[in-house]
């Protein structure tokens, strides 16, 4: 089975001289197997199509795929229009559990969503015809989904859904976070989500005045104050720190005792410590996505990780992703590329305190601690965007900045914004470490202020590593990011930081993405909101040590090497917690 599909918003026949229609062997015989549409773009006549690939590899602006599908994937679940996107398979809700979607961006996870919650009618990958929820419900007789859709195709199922992208919320909402959440309290349950949210010190500030991490706190908040029969929470954990991406999971986990609960979640720490099971989505983004059938926790997220799913016998990436233990042991003598001094910076009610310390050649430092701790402050200390009231930064070394909140301030294509911050853009190196890897070759054509947050993010990591710099301070490159892109931004960032000898300093909350990148760890501690002190570079065993002492959270190992939570107080959980061993004890057998 061949699915042929053309992205619309890349295809510009007036630029390209239609080479994909030029060039195919069978339109050169004479059938009509690639013509162009009344739109200007081309369609591809699956039917007619022999797979030979000439169209892909001719159109300039890599708006072709033609994808060879398994002969068991009969049909589709949905597909949009004429070659577009195509889904196959479903999630399913479970009364009274946390059900993970696990996969990559633009796999269909949202498409699954819009139908489970009668949003769209699924067409069964028919384009032609109506779709109609009869058809459907045929192909699920019989199956644990077939009552719960049948629900949903006579309008009985009401749905709360936390968006992926928050920063909308203020486009479309314009009063204070009180008066938001006033319109959401249908259970009466509104004042207890604002106060173990830590809401109430800003229910009058305007909705546009918010920070990312307020403002997703607050969509949380309102997503579960909603009387619905299903929730879907798509990415709860960007902006948050782990203490609140704690908090959140046992408000969720509180939910899901009444209701069915579907999470996209990219941190897995979080989605193993939270999911009852999970499935698995893989394909090709924007091509097609195919979602597998519930998994246990544990066997879904290994089986992601290694690629390979056992039971479909399919593998889905060729590589694994392994945790070392032993990277975090290594004796590496490395030059000092900076050193930090003892600085202090003061704000109206709030104070930072850094004990000073050193950067090193070629190495990842990462750094931990909550928000509104000062790791921002310290970051812009450091990179001479704030100055320090007691205390002096060396002006001789050169730091790119990546801040934590980015916006899209130009209409400008990305790769016209990457050639502005750098005369490496044609070279081997610039295309193959920095444009490869972060999958920005779909999107050089597209303008910076049409991103997805994820796309926006990438071009922001790659604008970073273009300059010319001795240190690159990344604040929270994870978030928006999926699985398969935080893995690939490990590779690049170690890479980057040894192959120039510079200095790479990440600020994140994803524990897993930590754990992989970083050689030694800065640790902030202290008062959120009214102090925050810098402790370290520690090693790794010690500064995870301190920093999850805090939290009272504790971590283990199983066989995989994979970092897991302890549930609290579980046998293992009290047995590290009493022995101080709160990251990287001995790997589990289980």
């Known amino acids: 089975m061949r699915i042929a599909i053309v992205h619309r918003d890349r295809c510009n026949s007036r630029k390209c001289g239609t080479e994909c229609i030029l060039y195919c062997p069978r339109v050169r015989t004479g059938d009509e197997t690639i013509v162009m549409g009344e739109n200007g773009k081309a369609v591809i006549s699956e039917e007619l199509c022999v797979g030979c690939g000439i169209c892909v590899k001719k159109c300039p602006f890599e708006a072709i795929d033609i994808v060879?599908?398994?002969?068991?994937?009969?049909?589709?679940?949905?597909?949009?229009?004429?070659?577009?996107?195509?889904?196959?398979?479903?999630?399913?809700?479970?009364?009274?559990?946390?059900?993970?979607?696990?996969?990559?961006?633009?796999?269909?996870?949202?498409?699954?969503?819009?139908?489970?919650?009668?949003?769209?009618?699924?067409?069964?990958?028919?384009?032609?015809k109506p779709a109609s929820w009869e058809s459907f419900l045929k192909q699920y007789s019989g199956t644990e989904l077939f009552d719960y859709l049948t629900l949903v195709s006579q309008g009985k199922v009401k749905v709360a859904l936390k968006p992926q992208y928050i920063d909308y919320i203020p486009k479309v909402f314009t009063g204070n976070a009180g008066e938001l959440l006033a319109s959401t309290d249908e259970r009466g349950r509104l004042d207890h989500y604002v106060d173990e949210l830590g809401l109430r010190p800003i229910l009058s500030r305007p909705i546009g005045a918010l920070s990312g991490g307020e403002?997703?706190?607050?969509?949380?908040?309102?997503?579960?104050?909603?009387?619905?029969d299903f929730y879907f929470l798509d990415e709860i954990t960007p902006f948050l720190d782990i203490y609140q991406r704690m908090t959140a999971a046992k408000l969720i986990r509180e939910l899901a005792q009444e209701r069915p609960v579907v999470i996209v979640e990219h941190d897995l720490a979080i989605l193993d410590m939270l999911a009852d099971s999970v499935h698995i989505g893989y394909g090709k983004p924007s091509v097609f996505g195919i979602i597998t059938r519930p998994k246990g926790v544990r066997v879904g997220i290994n089986q992601y990780l290694e690629g390979y799913l056992h039971e479909e016998n399919v593998r889905f990436?060729?590589?694994?992703?392994?945790?070392?233990?032993?990277?975090?042991?290594?004796?590496?003598v490395r030059e000092t590329l900076m050193a930090f001094p003892r600085m202090e910076k003061h704000f109206e009610g709030f104070s930072l305190t850094v004990g000073g310390g050193e950067i090193q050649c070629g190495?990842?430092?990462?750094?931990?601690?909550?928000?509104?701790?000062?790791k921002s402050t310290f970051a812009r200390l450091l990179a001479g965007a704030e100055t320090p009231d007691?205390?002096?930064?060396?002006?001789?070394?050169?730091?790119?900045?990546?801040?934590?909140?980015?916006?899209?301030?130009?209409?400008?294509?990305?790769?016209?914004?990457?050639?502005?911050?750098?005369?490496?853009?044609?070279?081997?190196?610039?295309?193959?470490?920095?444009?490869?890897?972060?999958?920005?070759?779909?999107?050089?054509?597209?303008?910076?202020?049409t991103l997805s947050g994820g796309e926006l993010q990438r071009v922001a990591i790659a604008l970073c590593l273009s300059q010319d710099a001795d240190l690159y301070i990344l604040d929270e490159p994870s978030a928006h990011l999926d699985v398969e892109q935080r893995v690939?931004?490990?590779?690049?960032?170690?890479?980057?930081?040894?192959?120039?000898?510079?200095?790479?300093?990440?600020?994140?909350?994803?524990?897993?993405?930590?754990?992989?990148?970083?050689e030694r760890l800065l640790v902030f501690a202290g008062k959120p909101g009214v102090a925050g002190e810098a402790f370290g570079p520690f090693d790794m065993k010690e500064g995870m040590?301190?920093?999850?002492?805090?939290?009272e959270v504790t971590f283990r190992r199983d066989k995989s090497g994979r970092p897991r939570i302890n549930k609290p107080g579980s046998f293992l959980?009290?047995?590290?917690?009493?022995?101080?061993?709160?990251?990287?004890?001995?790997?589990?057998?289980?």
């Open 488 to 518: 690939k931004l490990v590779r690049i960032l170690r890479r980057f930081a040894e192959n120039r000898e510079s200095g790479v300093l990440v600020i994140d909350h994803d524990i897993y993405l930590i754990d992989m990148i970083s």
């Open 573 to 590: 959980d009290r047995e590290q917690q009493s022995a101080g061993d709160y990251y990287y004890a001995e790997i589990s057998k289980s």
């Open 545 to 551: 040590n301190r920093f999850l002492r805090d939290l």
């Open 317 to 332: 990436r060729d590589y694994e992703v392994v945790f070392e233990e032993r990277s975090h042991a290594r004796d590496v």
């Open 215 to 228: 403002l997703q706190r607050v969509a949380l908040a309102a997503c579960f104050s909603r009387n619905a």
């Open 68 to 128: 060879s599908l398994p002969e068991e994937l009969e049909y589709a679940t949905h597909r949009y229009g004429k070659n577009g996107f195509a889904l196959y398979g479903m999630a399913i809700p479970i009364e009274g559990k946390v059900s993970g979607l696990l996969g990559p961006n633009g796999i269909g996870k949202s498409t699954a969503v819009k139908i489970l919650s009668g949003q769209l009618i699924p067409n069964q990958g028919d384009t032609e």
């Open 390 to 449: 007691a205390g002096s930064m060396d002006a001789s070394v050169k730091i790119a900045y990546k801040p934590q909140y980015i916006k899209a301030t130009t209409g400008d294509t990305v790769e016209m914004l990457l050639r502005s911050s750098t005369s490496r853009f044609d070279s081997s190196w610039y295309q193959h470490e920095i444009i490869g890897p972060l999958g920005l070759e779909p999107v050089l054509q597209s303008a910076v202020d």
């Open 363 to 374: 190495e990842v430092l990462g750094v931990v601690g909550a928000n509104g701790i000062g």
